[in-house]
């Protein structure tokens, strides 16, 4: 079992974000330790001493918890559940958080063992555009203290696609990047997101953001660039030197168990998925009232299927062929050979050794192509 903890609370609202967050006071960050502690608990008495292979602190932004109530959490945990022998145990950190006094030391003597850096960018003016609170000098700093404090796992996460940013932009940071020496690097592409200042901003017209031509050059010289530099393009937007792929993503992609724990988290377990409230005082209540969750519901074979394609087709190993069989008892290519054949011929899916998977090109429009595929099954 995968086990994720969401924690609800950034210094400020990013202006590209749609993640759940706000800013704490000291109340609120009580409220929500006092609340995860009930959940583990009743999470603990419903699965017994399960099994948990990864953990994984996400966010908002984990790294603005004291170091303390981390290890309190850890401990708990391990009381309450099977932790694995070399279990991956990751947490999220903006670098200005992150650099204070002693925090990577006290985490990583905790038992965080991967830690995922939000860079975003390392150019002033973008980050500056993003609203990020940290300077490039900054990140860089918090990457050598990572090191320095003993994490041998570190990822960076990135931005594409930005406004302002041109190709020679992009690559000129790769370039950075790479001489930063991470582990692991997540390269996400500029999503304008409902509800955000970014979609405001979009709708009148004050984004000058690449053209898609520019971000599918971006896409293809940015994964060829990584891979001549040592990263496995293992997913479409993850990079990974030798031994060093998330497992805990990985689990996700492959269709494992996952507990979700903390406002706004989901879990999935054998087949059954519940989602917690999104609101920290209404999930303090709840886990006070011994709640597990709310909006419980059973996927369906058909439901099941469709987030099978979906995740597995975003890595670079693909969709196993046999595993359609195994869910629907048909054959992937009799039911979907002339969308495929047209793929194929697109040079956008390719089919080896049992797997399905997407070409570069096919990951550029992969939700295309994934919708096209649900589009089908619901023909069937």
Partial sequence: ?????????????????????????ENAMQVYLDALMRDIALWGDRLGNAPVETIFFGGGTPSMLPSKAIDT????????FAIGNGAEISME??????????????????????????????????????????????????????RKSGFGNINIDFIWGLPEQRI?????????????????IS??????????????????????LPSDDDQGKMFLYG?????LQGYSHYEISNFARMGFQCRHNLGYWEGADYLGLGPSAVSTINSKRWANTKVLE?????????????????????ERMQELIMLRLRTARGLRLTAYKEL????????????????????????????????????????????NLFEAMDRL
Wanted: aromatic share 8%; proline share 4%.
């Fill in 328 to 371: 629907t008892g048909r054959s992937f290519m009799e039911d979907f050979r002339p969308m495929i054949t047209t793929l194929h011929q697109h040079h956008l899916v390719k089919i080896r050794n049992g797997y399905l998977n997407l070409t570069k090109r096919g990951m550029l429009v992969s939700n295309t192509i994934i919708e």
């Fill in 1 to 25: 079992m995968l086990l994720y903890l969401h924690v609800p609370f950034c210094r400020s609202k990013c202006g590209y974000c749609a993640f759940h967050s706000q800013v704490p006071d």
């Fill in 93 to 146: 950190a903006n670098p200005e958080s992150a650099a204070r006094g002693t925090f990577l030391h006290d985490v990583r003597s905790s038992g965080i063992n991967r830690l995922s850096l939000g860079i975003q960018s390392l150019n002033r003016n973008l980050l500056h555009t993003l609203g990020r609170p940290h300077s490039a000098k900054q990140a860089i700093a918090a990457i050598e203290l990572a």
């Fill in 187 to 208: 390269c996400y592409s500029l999503t304008i997101e409902e509800n955000t200042p970014f979609e405001v901003a979009y709708d009148d017209g004050k984004l000058d």
């Fill in 282 to 302: 209404t999930y303090a209540e709840q886990a006070a009232n011994g709640q597990l969750g709310t909006n419980a519901e059973t996927l369906t074979p058909h």
């Fill in 223 to 227: 994964s060829d660039f990584l891979e």
């Fill in 168 to 184: 020679k932009h992009w690559l000129e940071e790769l370039k950075q990047i790479v001489k930063l020496g991470p582990d692991h």
């Fill in 73 to 80: 959490i850890l401990n708990r945990i391990a009381k309450t």
